[in-house]
């Protein structure tokens, strides 16, 4: 039989706040365990939760970026769970009103267009955090996380592969870090996933039952776990047996899902209205403030730079597949005197190699993008030859200096001096008549040769057009 | 509506409370008088009224994002039954 496989995902994006949800501990990562919960992080009785506005703020910004509704009323709600990383017996949650409503994620798969509807966004807060191995016999609880602002993204169940849930989680992952709401960290678990996968036969149209993956924290891992999941649910329709609704754990090391617990003893949350807080009013003229200070959207700016500097679709994609890479080449375009074209050639070429290859991200780039401006310049009018430009920006990488200073003091000006030319070409067809007798002999390609050789004599340095013309002129005899 | 003892024992999971089965016909009609209070509740039409979320017709007034919690651990680990290494000892969970 013909499988047809449905995913949804939940996604997590902790917001990058200072402080937490309700309470003004500090959010930063890696300190001393609780040493950043407060009296309201941990629940002591008497205490009073009162929203961030910037969390506030954060989820109105995600719902433009989708093109989601902004809830002008929503409210938080309690759902009420028992674990010891939870001290108050509750999350706060938001239930019947989340924040954002809709909204749409597009992206691509192999060229194909694909888009995801966003059933809602909603705010939270992040549970502690239980430490099973350091102490013997027991477990230590950290409630530095507790409070943590989360923003989870609910989709509609519109994936129908992993690749496809991996690519949505991907383009998810680009628009929380591009706006600068979710420092999109996967190791430090700013950005994880549940997927809710189910298979039904090709052509129904009713859903099967759907396992939950909880905890997916690397698009490596959600594609895994999502491809063992459908395997293991197929394997078990075709063999007479049924799915049971259930929560499932993936273990990346036997790469396999594991059930964690089935239906019969699935949480029953008991959400309602928290009493501790009021309804969130936002008004218009807040979304509206929110809205004019937007960065302008990845594909926003792609369609921009295709259209307005020519660009292929190729490095349009590839600057704008971060926030950082693609401020830089618009602070190289701003500056008019190189070509934009040239620009996107050197930020998608040797600046982004040069970046992978060290692993740095685009703010600790040791060339600045003027420097990088400069140094095309000096090819475009002639200074320096393509070939040399790549050495001075090795030199700029490793050594730093200024790119006038450098062509100067390193003899690296390219030679435009035909009478320097036709020296070294005269030279060079003394040294190998053979080959000038196979060139007029009507072998064109020995032409390459020379220009070879000519490069290798002179250090690269040769203005190549002006070699091409002199070897032809000379080499025609 | 009445309870089944099946319901008064997921509840009291839910609850975290520990029941015996002699307790359970007690709890039914306590429950059950809950229930009716409720009923009472339900029975008045509230067609076209809008759900109330709070009992205050405020709103939630909204801080600015600002670090203003000092590190108070040691205060606040002084009345912890078992700490360890800056941890909150608990029995050890299961997962």
């Known amino acids: ?477 | 509506m009445s309870l089944t003892d099946q319901e008064i024992k997921h509840l009291a999971k839910l609850a975290r409370i520990h029941i015996e089965d002699t307790e359970l016909s007690l709890l039914r009609d306590q429950l059950g008088k809950v229930f009716q209070l409720i009923d009472t509740l339900q029975a008045v039409d509230t067609t076209g009224i809008e759900p109330l979320s709070h009992s205050l017709a405020l709103n939630q007034p909204l801080r600015e994002d600002r670090v203003t919690e000092p590190n108070l651990r040691d205060v606040y680990q002084a009345v912890a039954p078992e700490v360890e290494k800056g941890l909150y000892i608990v029995p050890k969970v299961i997962e």
């Open chain 1, 1 to 477: 039989m013909q499988w047809e496989v449905v995913i949804g995902l939940e996604t997590h994006a902790q917001l990058a706040t200072h402080s937490k949800i309700f309470s003004g501990a500090s959010t930063a990562f890696g300190a001393e365990p609780n040493t950043q919960a407060s009296a309201i992080d941990i629940a002591l009785p008497g205490v009073l939760p009162v929203l961030n506005k910037q969390a506030v703020e954060y989820a109105i910004r995600f719902g433009l970026a989708v093109g989601a509704e902004i809830n002008p009323r929503s409210i938080f709600a309690r759902k009420n769970y028992f674990y010891p990383d939870l001290p108050k017996g509750y999350q706060i949650s938001q239930y019947e009103e989340p924040v954002v409503k809709g909204g749409m994620i597009h992206f691509l798969v192999e060229g194909k267009a694909y888009q995801v509807r966003l059933t809602r966004a909603h705010l939270e807060e992040d549970a502690g955090k239980s430490l099973h191995e350091d102490i013997p016999g027991a477990t230590g609880i950290d409630l530095n996380r507790a409070g943590t602002p989360l923003l989870e993204i609910v989709s509609e169940p519109d994936m129908r592969s992993a690749t496809e849930a991996v690519a949505y989680a991907k383009a998810l992952h680009q628009i929380v870090t591009w706006i600068g709401i979710c420092d999109g960290n996967m190791q430090e678990g700013s950005f994880r996933c549940d997927a809710n996968v189910s298979v039904r036969p090709l052509g129904s149209d009713t859903f099967g039952t759907r396992c939950e993956i909880k905890n997916l924290n690397s698009f490596r891992f959600l594609e895994s776990a999502i491809q063992f999941e459908v395997e293991r649910q197929i394997e078990v329709l075709e063999s007479g047996g049924v799915i049971i609704q259930e929560t499932r754990l993936y273990d990346p090391d036997r790469d396999e899902t594991r059930s964690m617990r089935s239906k019969e003893d699935a949480m029953d949350y008991r959400y309602f209205p928290d009493p501790d807080l009021l309804p969130v009013v936002i008004e218009e003229s807040w979304v509206n403030s929110v809205k004019d200070t937007m960065p302008p959207l990845p594909q926003v700016l792609k369609e921009r730079f295709i259209s307005d500097y020519g660009l292929t679709d190729y490095d349009a994609n590839l600057i704008t597949s971060d926030r950082g890479l693609a401020d830089y080449f618009m602070a190289m375009t701003s500056n008019a005197s190189a070509s934009p074209k040239q620009c996107a050639n050197w930020v998608a070429g040797e600046l982004l190699a040069s970046l992978n290859r060290q692993q740095l991200a685009i703010d600790k780039c040791p060339i600045s993008p003027n420097k990088l401006t400069q140094l095309i310049v000096r090819i475009e009018d002639g200074t320096i030859s393509g070939k040399i430009a790549k050495t001075l920006f090795d030199i700029l990488w490793t050594e730093g200096g200024e790119v006038d200073q450098l062509i100067d003091s390193r003899g690296l000006k390219q030679v435009s001096d035909s009478g320097a030319i036709e020296k070294i070409v005269e030279e060079l067809m003394s040294q190998h008549p053979d080959q000038v007798a196979e060139y007029r002999a009507g072998k064109d390609k020995v032409l390459g040769f020379f220009v070879g050789k000519a490069m290798k004599a002179s250090g690269g340095k040769l203005n190549p057009a002006q070699l091409n013309d002199v070897l032809k002129k000379k080499l025609a005899g």
